[in-house]
Each structure stands twice: as structure tokens, then as C-alpha cells.
């Protein structure tokens, strides 16, 4: 998923307005960009008669003397699709905030809610000032680092083809932004219920801002591990497994939750709202297809329907997995797995959703269910508390996603060693990162919010407010 400026020819069907103009009424002139742009997303969407590719290609053949070249088809529609796209991945986090609190006990549910908010708003402004810069900026280190300056600046021709084939700069930026706020998220499910919200915003803040960045920079920003062979098309590791790893940091600075494993076994917090948790995961599928889909980089008709395709059968494969395993082991069919099956085999699918077939990513999915599952478990046994799964389904499946593209990919250039060697590029610096930057909150501001206000909720203790109103009489949940 590499989203470098491209240069070159540009000669994926241009927008022509001139005497031989294929759009009547309008010989001879010269429209705005924006009104050309318009016209040009209807002519792609025309099926009738011939291709709108086909009467472009005339129009461009035999141009007028006044005529001047505007737009591709390609960058009109690419851009179209990758807006789309980041649009898809924003309903995600509505997705994370629905699944968190529903899996969550209800006296939590405002903190939840306002954590989930708050990450979109602090990973998009922290984005937008370094972390787009460091991500896709100059190499200054032999594919180590990158730096292009504070903001974001489209200069002189990033808004144009000259930037890149199927997209402009701020459209870039924007997909960008939405897969970085996603890091964040994760962690917040696995800390919920009893992490100081001002302590959680600014790991936040430094974890979005400066650790995501330089780790896409290395594959994405064509740094170091892209030139190393490794492969992850949109992000098993270098979003979930990033995001996860800070999750397992964070869960074990943290300690469980007050009375998780009373008298040496664990005793199982469940969620106030099922429903909402099942609304969360289909949210979070549904935006799975920008996510995935979006990273095609492009409206090429092949790519995005073997990208679609694929990650749908991965979805379903995963909740097949997780409620086989799951029904084996407990006698009785688990919602829950069921819900985070369907996360495992998405976040399992991601590494190579554009380069595996249909069958294999069955494969990839039902192992990917399987492994949420006895990761659940054994995340209890080892008494890490992880109140909504997040590391076994972002850290675990993740791993394993990124892994089988080396052993399912049809692409001969990518290997397994090549995929290791990025899963353990990526845990050695997300992992002591985060596990340093809680540290340092923890002796500073403090981490965990007093014993007191975990029993009574952090709704009322942080907030002054509860999701329910009255809901408090209820001091079970």
C-alpha cells in the first residue's frame, strides 16, 4: 500500500473539452476544473452506447487547437473511491465505540464514548502536524526516518496528476489520517474501565503522532522493510499489530480490573449491551471494505473486486472458526466469539487481501477465528485482562495475517522471512514504546484511576454524567 507521489505520462483516458468535445453544447470552451471534474464522473458512469474510456480516447486523439487537457479518468474516479473510502474507515471508529462500550460494563459507557471521540480528533490534528510528515516524508536515514516539515502542504502540484496517477495530496492525506486514529482505538478497548482519560490521551497523542508514523515509514514510505521484501497491503501489522501491541502494554502496566481473577481463576466482567456490540462489529465490516478496499490506491475494477471478495470470505470465515471452536469447547454458541471471529478474520485478511485467492483466505479466516479464540483464553490464564478482546484479535491475528501472506501469496516475491522480519520490526519498536511511554505516565500524572472510582464507575467519578440516565441504582453493572 505504498502512497508515494507518482510521476509520469498520464494518459489513462484525459478529460478533453474542445471542438471535438464528445458533450454537447459546449465545443469550443474551456470549463473550470471542478465543472470538468463533474462531467467527468458521469461520463465514467455511463454504460449506454459506447465506454465513457472509448470516447475519451477519440476526444484525446483528435483534439481542437484550443483544446486543454484537465483531468484523467483514472484520477477523477481513484479519487472518488479513496474518499469513499476514508469515509468507510471514520464509520469504523463509530464501530470501535459501539463494540467497546457494548462489551463493557454500562457505568463505563461515557468514558468509553468520549475516549472513542476523542481519538479521531486528537489522531487527525497530531496526523495533520507531524505524523503524515514522518510517514511519507524524505528519507533522511537510509529508510529509517523521514522528515518533510511540520503540516501539511500540497505545494505546487499536489493537487494535480503530477502528484499522483489516481489521487491528489490532501485526498492522500485524508485515507492516511483515518488508518492512523484506528492505532489508538485498539488500545483503548484493552485498558478500558480503569485508565486515567488524561493519561489515555496523551499516549494517545505521542503513539499516533510519532511510533505508527515511523513503522508505516518503513514499509509504506519506502523505507527499510519495503526494500527488505516485506508485504503488508493494508496494515495486519502496521496498524492492527501496531495498535495491538500497544494494547498488551498497556494491559499489563495496568493490572486487571478490580476482582477479574479473584481466588487464583477468572471471574468473566460481561458486557452491559450485546446489541451494541453486535451493531459495532457489523460497523466495523462494513467500513472494512474502505479500509481494505481503499487501499487498492485506485478504481481498478480487478483489484478492488478480488480485494472485496476476499475480505468478505475471510470475515465469514472467522466467525465460522471462532463459533466452531468456541461451541466445541463451551457446549453453547458464544456471541462474543462469534463477534470478534468476524475481527479476527478481517484483521487476518488484511496483509493480503489483494494477493491471495478466494480460497485461501477462507483458510486465512477460519485459522483466524480459531486463534482469537485460544487467544482469549490464554490471555485469562496468563491474568491479562483485556475487557474486549483487542489483543488476541489486533495483536495476535495480526500477526498471523501478516505471516500467511508468506505462505498463501501468489506473488512470488513475497516470502515468510521477509514477513517475519516485519512482524519483528514492528514489535520492536511499537512494544517498548508504548510499554515506556505508560511507564512515564504512570510516575508522572498517574495511570490508573483510584480503586474508588473503578467500583463506582468512571462515568460519574471523571465525567459528572451517566450513558443512562438513572442507571446507577444498579451497582452490578
Known sequence: MKRRPMTG??????????????????????????????????????????????????????????????????????????????????????????????????????????????????????????????????????????????????????????????????????????????????????????????????????????????????????????????????????????????????????GPRLGRFEAGHGRAYHGHSMPLAAIGVFLLWFGWFGFNGGSVLSADPASMSLVFVTTMLGACAGVVGAVSLSWFLFRKPDLSMALNGALAGLVSITAGADSITPGSSIIIGVIGGCVVVVGILSLDRLRIDDPVGAIPVHLICGIWGTAAVGIFSTNEDHTLLAQLLGIAAAAALAFPAALAIFFVLKLTIGLRVSPEAERIGLDIDEHGMEAYSGFQIFNTQ
Open 9 to 254: 505520462d498520464h494518459d489513462h483516458g484525459t478529460l478533453v473539452i474542445g471542438g471535438n468535445s464528445p458533450i454537447g453544447g459546449i465545443e469550443g470552451k474551456t470549463l473550470p476544473a471542478s465543472i470538468a471534474a463533474v462531467i467527468g464522473c458521469v461520463m465514467v458512469c455511463l454504460a449506454a452506447g459506447q465506454s465513457a474510456a472509448q470516447a475519451t480516447t477519440e476526444a484525446a486523439a483528435t483534439p481542437s487547437a484550443n483544446a486543454e487537457p484537465v483531468l484523467t479518468q483514472a484520477f477523477v474516479v481513484g479519487n472518488l473511491w479513496l474518499l469513499v473510502g476514508a469515509m468507510l474507515v471514520f464509520v469504523m471508529h463509530l464501530g470501535f465505540a459501539c463494540l467497546e462500550a457494548g462489551l463493557t460494563r454500562a457505568r463505563n459507557t461515557v468514558n468509553i464514548l468520549f475516549k472513542n471521540i476523542s481519538i479521531v480528533a486528537i489522531g487527525t490534528l497530531t496526523y495533520a502536524g507531524v505524523g503524515f510528515s514522518l510517514m511519507y516524508g524524505d528519507d533522511l536515514a537510509a529508510g529509517w526516518f523521514a522528515w518533510s516539515g511540520f503540516g501539511i502542504d500540497p505545494g505546487e502540484t499536489g493537487q494535480s496528476p503530477a502528484y499522483n496517477d489516481n489521487y491528489p495530496y490532501f485526498t492522500d492525506f485524508i485515507f492516511q489520517a483515518m488508518f492512523a486514529a484506528t492505532a489508538a482505538t485498539i488500545v483503548s478497548g484493552a485498558v478500558a474501565e480503569r485508565i486515567k482519560l488524561e493519561s489515555f490521551l496523551i499516549f494517545s497523542t505521542v503513539f499516533v503522532g510519532l511510533v505508527y508514523p515511523v513503522i508505516g515509514f518503513w514499509k509504506w514510505g519506502e523505507g527499510w522493510l519495503d526494500a527488505a521484501g516485506f508485504y503488508d497491503f493494508a496494515g495486519s501489522t502496521l496498524v492492527h499489530a501496531v495498535g495491538g501491541w500497544g494494547a498488551l502494554a498497556g494491559a499489563l502496566i495496568l
